[in-house]
Each structure stands twice: as structure tokens, then as C-alpha cells.
């Protein structure tokens, strides 16, 4: 079976591959596009990097991730900002070096309550002003910031963004080429107002990356590694999926699966079957 | 310290003890209000139950738990109307005997995704369809059932109301007497309409039960399970009892624990330290 041709990989579904492994595992598998993590671009450095994946002909989806935008100010938020403007150049610097098609958007990820803190209002405010600070950044490297929404299991110590709807409203005070939302259906599938918020993030021209994987109880001991191939848990991707869609959406799908069994796989089976998970269970609403 | 005089000390947070150490335990810290569970009810029988209740000299709060909605139709799910036909009977039953300022509330889990179905719209079609098939006898019975919206995590097998707003939804189509909602801080304290729908269910009249316990992570292993004393985590009680005592609601409060440490412990423990973390968490809100 021919891989999807919209179908990305987030590389974090094969983490323990570095980047020469996940670059060949991708375009071996047939797959078109890949969705990078700063960590293994970093470790051969972003010039050696960017050739890389310019050499493996593969589309660049998205760069993960910036964000962790809670703590209040002072040296380590100042730290954590510069952080994210290095994160700005580098999606930069790697949308140029994809293939046709590639996207400049940078995955943030709110944040969690700072250590001892239960002021989570406070610390939605400060997400808001960080991303107010680099929105002039992103805007001038033309990289879109996808505020990405966490499942509610994450709330306190990993992100204070919950629902797309608060995304939406997060990224509302900023030009939607700069400040949009990610997709993501293992973190939003539950939420009684999914539909009409991805419609909404649809008119709204927000929609900066989708990506799909699974729900499954039990949940892993660390819930943080339950995600599960297209297809093998509860989610119904076809309304999701179609919802996305019928915004007009066009990019590349991404799969991200932290997966401690996946994980310990062969990554050339991995992106196969991600690949094959992708074609029975997405491809289908794609047409 | 004497404990609060609006604490009720649901029976699940002693989960091992049976009626009568539940009752004695709480009685004995100075507790004045109880939340039942069927299963130990029906193990003495509903008549040795009731007298136990009112010999005690406690008040009753709610009754746990009716619910698991989400079955087609068939003999299983009619077993299940069944079954909630008899918790509201017993509802009413317990909340005559229980000492003055008693409630007659059922509270209501929706049930999660039936085995092997990804249809989470209709699986919340059904919940709304059943309440609408008991509406008529809580109503006859004076029974006010209380959804209770889980926390997401638990969408898939367990509840497939995940918001306060969303529960208010389904009450709407119901006399506000007869279905209301339960606030449950564990549940819905991540939510970023939280306090604006504690508001619109206090206008509405659905405030049934007001119940508190605090959010911690790492979660247990089990996720049911991961329900702490107030103030041992990061949930800020002020600003949401403070909200549901704007509405006006004046019952008792209840401290519900699902942890296997603290069922571990003794009984007479476990009520004293409950009776003090709310003393410090919840009692200065209340004022």
C-alpha cells in the first residue's frame, strides 16, 4: 500500500531514532513529510540539519515544540522566551530546506502550573503575554505559532490550554498568520464542543497543523504515553476528520505517538504502520 | 478542632468500611452529614439501612450513584432503568430518615462508550434519553438527580459528560427540582467556563451537590484513583467555592475520595484528617 500522500510523521513517534534514522525511516516508508523535534535537530546542529532534510527530498510539517510559557517573570521566563525565538528560526531555517509544501509552524505547548502555584487563571494571562512577546518574532521569520491545547489530564503540570476553543481564544488578540492552534484529535476527541470549535478554527483561518492519533483505556501508568495508532482505540476520526476538512484545510496530517511500546520498536515498522493505520483509518475522510 | 457543620463525608472516601463503622466514624468526629453508597445500604437491606440513618442522628446528603445511560436499547439497558428506578426509591427513602436539612439527591454517572462503539454522540443522545424515562418518577418520588460530569480522562469508559455545561445542557430540557447537576472540584476544576458555569447552574437552580477534593500528579496508576484531601494539590477552592456560594447554595458539602491510601487507613483517621483539610480549605470560603 502506497502511503498516504497528505500523511506526516511526527518524529516523536520514533524518538529514540536520531534524525539520519528518522529522515531515511520516513522517506523509505513512501511518506512525504516529516514534523521535526528540536532535540535531534539540535544534537547535529541546525546547519547540518536543515541539509539533511533538504537531501531527503521529505516536506518539513512542523517544529516541535516551543511554549512552557507559565512561569512568572524573571531570569528563567526571559530564559524560556529566548528559548522560544531560537525554536522561531530554527522552524524558519527548516520549512525553507523541505520540499514544495512545507509549513513554518512552531507546536507550542502552554505550560503547567509553576511549582507550588494554583493560580491557573494567572498562569493562562502569562501564556497570553508570552506569546504577545513573540509574536512580532514569529511574524517577521513568517513562522505560524499553533497553540496547542493539551487533554485536561494535562492541565496542571504540562499545559493551561485545555480546549481549542481557549486556544481560539488565546490566539484571537493576534493576526492568524502568526498565533493559530493545533489539531489534535487525542486531545480534544472528548470535548462537547469539538465540532463547532474546529469549524470555528476553520473561519477563523487558525488551523495550523491536525494531527491524529488514538484514545484507549486503561491509560499507561504515565498517562503521558497513551497514544495510540489510528484505529486502535475509541476515537471516531471520520467526523473529526471530515470536520477539519470541510474547513479547507490542505497541509499535511501529522501522526505524534508517545508510546513507550512503540517506542521500543524497529522505526522502519513503526512509520509502516503508521502508514497503513493512516491509510484504513483517515485516508477514507480525506476524499 | 470541631469539624465544619456543612462537611458531609461521602461513604466512598471510607470505601471499606461498612454502614455502621461509616456511620460511627462520622458521627463520632462531629460530623453531622453522611453521603451514601448502595452497594453497603443494600448489603444491611434498605429498611435496617434507614433506621441505622436515622439512629445515627446524621443528615444525608446524596445517594451514589445511579446512571450508566449509554446502552442501546435492549434488555441491559431496561435492567439499568431498572436499577435507577430503585436508587431513587431508596433516595427518597434515606433523606426522610436522615436528620432535618437532608436532600434527596441521586447522583448520576452517564456511563461510558459501549464495548466497541466510537459513537460518542450518541452515546450522550441515550444519556438524555434515560434521564428523560426517570424524570417522572424522581419527580414523583422527590428525588432531584444530579449529573455529575467527569473529568474528562474518563470520557471513554466511564462517563461521557465531561463538563459542567454540558450537564446543565441535558438538565435544561427538565424541571430544575427534578435534575440538576453535581460540582465536583476534581472534575471540572481545569475547565476554563468553569466559574461562569457554576454561575449560569446556580441562576438555573441545579446546584444538587456541591463536593470537594483536590487534584495532584503524577496521577495514580489507576486514574480513578487519584483523588486527594483539599489543599494537598494544586486546585484553588477559593474561587470555586466561592463562586458556588454566590449562587446562593446553602446545602451541605461533600468530600468524596477515590484513593487507595486513604482507603487503606482507619476509618476514624481518615474523617478526622478530612474534617481538618476542609476546616482549612474550604471552611474560609464559606464565611
Not at 87 to 113: F, P
Not at 150 to 156: F, R
Not at 173 to 187: E, I, S, W
Not at 248 to 274: C, H, K, M, Q, S
Amino acid at each position: 500500500m502506497r502511503a498516504d500522500p497528505r500523511l506526516s510523521i511526527n518524529q516523536a513517534t520514533i524518538k529514540h531514532a536520531d534524525l539520519a534514522t528518522a529522515l531515511k525511516a520516513t522517506a523509505d516508508a513512501g511518506v512525504q513529510s516529516i514534523g521535526l523535534w528540536r532535540e535531534p535537530v539540535n544534537e547535529v546542529g541546525l546547519d547540518t540539519a536543515t541539509k539533511m532534510l533538504a537531501d531527503s527530498g521529505l516536506r518539513f510539517s512542523t517544529h516541535c515544540r516551543g511554549g512552557f510559557f507559565t512561569l512568572p517573570a524573571g531570569p528563567e521566563r526571559d530564559a524560556a522566551l529566548d528559548d522560544n525565538r531560537r525554536a522561531i528560526e530554527e522552524t524558519a531555517v527548516l520549512a525553507a530546506a523541505g520540499a514544495a509544501g512545507s509549513t513554518a509552524v512552531l507546536v507550542l505547548v502552554a505550560g503547567g502550573l509553576p511549582e507550588g502555584s494554583r493560580d491557573l487563571i494567572g498562569a493562562r494571562e502569562r501564556v497570553r503575554d508570552a506569546i504577545g512577546a513573540l509574536a512580532g518574532d514569529a511574524k517577521a521569520a513568517g513562522v505560524t505559532l499553533a497553540i496547542e491545547p493539551l487533554h485536561p489530564m494535562y492541565a496542571s503540570d504540562r499545559a493551561v490550554i485545555s480546549t481549542l476553543g481557549q486556544a481560539l481564544d488565546v490566539a484571537a488578540d493576534f493576526d492568524a498568520t502568526v498565533v493559530g492552534a493545533a489539531v489534535d484529535t487525542f486531545h480534544i476527541w472528548w470535548d462537547p464542543q469539538v465540532l463547532d470549535q474546529i469549524a470555528r478554527a476553520g473561519r477563523e483561518g487558525r488551523i495550523a497543523t491536525y494531527q491524529v492519533c488514538d484514545w484507549k483505556t486503561p491509560l499507561a501508568a504515565d498517562v503521558l504515553l497513551s497514544r495510540h495508532y489510528p484505529g486502535d482505540g475509541v476515537i471516531d476520526f471520520g467526523s473529526l476528520t471530515r470536520a477539519v476538512i470541510e474547513t479547507g484545510y490542505d497541509r499535511d496530517i501529522e501522526v505524534e505517538l508517545f508510546n513507550a511500546d512503540i517506542w521500543a520498536d524497529d522505526p522502519a515498522r513503526v512509520v509502516a504502520r503508521t502508514a497503513a493505520s493512516f491509510g484504513e483509518a483517515i485516508s477514507p475522510h480525506l476524499r
